[in-house]
């Protein structure tokens, strides 16, 4: 049985018109901003705001970068701002790749929990050989007869070298296939946040690798956190300039985007405790 509409009733349906007309607002600025964003394809610049993600830049390229009446000088400022990122990269990366195959190199020679390795595996062949003519039956007994009397005996000086030798390739090989993270144009979020990761990834495996085998690591203060994070920040920023001059929304914006068109509130919004970092404009609680 249906029962009688009611002034509740009619207070809810006012909430709920009342919420729809926010969203068609929401939609319509959004709409807005991204024609706005079109307008303004192939002009690097930027409307002002605030310095947030800036750190690191040079007052006289963020001036210039902030000139929308000067659409060469805002084109060759970023130009610039990209030359100077590549060129950092490309320091970054060739310092990172010399310490990789120097610590290969002191791989190289071995160490005394080599050489412990070594005359563990050796004192085990020669018992097992010892059991083989004992026995007679070629199979061996005891603890060393789990190896095979067909085993090579231990060549250490070979095993060295074959484990130096996969490490060093190891690196060529990793360098080799991520060295083109920055070569497209123009660049994407994706572009610089797998060179970051590369970066970083690369230097705590060489850490590991060394740690590992059990060696002193002498290269621990080569490698710059603090530079990739300053080449990080300059990097977001670019990213942002390069977007905003294509109409491109970055991936938060999407997001973003995608919440209020649906109605949903976003979980980004008004958040202070949600910074985002970074190209892939991933949040760091």
């Known amino acids: ?15 709920r018109s009342a919420a729809a007309k926010a969203r068609r607002s929401r939609a319509a600025e959004l709409a807005e901003k991204e024609e706005a964003l079109r307008r303004h394809m192939e002009i690097y610049s930027t409307q002002g705001g605030d310095d947030t993600g800036t750190r690191g830049v040079d007052a006289s390229l963020k001036t210039k970068m902030r000139q929308p009446d000067d659409g060469g000088a805002s084109i060759k400022a970023i130009t610039d701002e990209r030359d100077f990122l590549v060129a950092e990269a490309s320091a970054m990366t060739k310092s990172l790749y010399r310490t990789c195959l120097r610590s290969v190199e002191i791989l190289r020679p071995g160490n005394d929990r080599d050489d412990a390795d070594f005359a563990e595996r050796e004192e085990a062949q020669l018992r097992m050989f010892d059991d083989v003519d004992s026995t007679g039956d070629g199979k061996g007994t005891g603890a060393a007869g789990s190896l095979s009397a067909f085993s090579p005996p231990v060549d250490r000086a070979n095993e060295l070298e074959s484990r130096a030798e996969y490490y060093a390739e190891w690196t060529r090989e990793n360098f080799a296939q991520e060295m083109d993270c920055l070569a497209t144009e123009p660049w994407r979020e994706d572009d610089v946040a797998r060179y970051l990761h590369f970066l ?45 001059s294509r109409g491109w929304l970055l991936a938060h914006e999407i997001a973003e985007a995608e919440h209020e068109q649906n109605g949903e509130p976003c979980i980004f919004d008004d958040d202070d405790d949600f910074l985002f970092e970074g190209p892939a404009g991933s949040a760091r609680k």
């Open 1 to 15: 049985t249906l029962r009688p509409f009611s002034s509740d009733d009619a207070e809810a349906a006012k909430r």
């Open 200 to 244: 970083r990834v690369g230097e705590e495996r060489r850490r590991w690798v060394l740690k590992d085998y059990g060696f002193d690591d002498p290269f621990g203060d080569v490698f710059d956190p603090d530079r990739v994070d300053s080449f990080e920040t300059r990097a977001t920023k670019f990213l942002e300039h390069s977007y905003g």
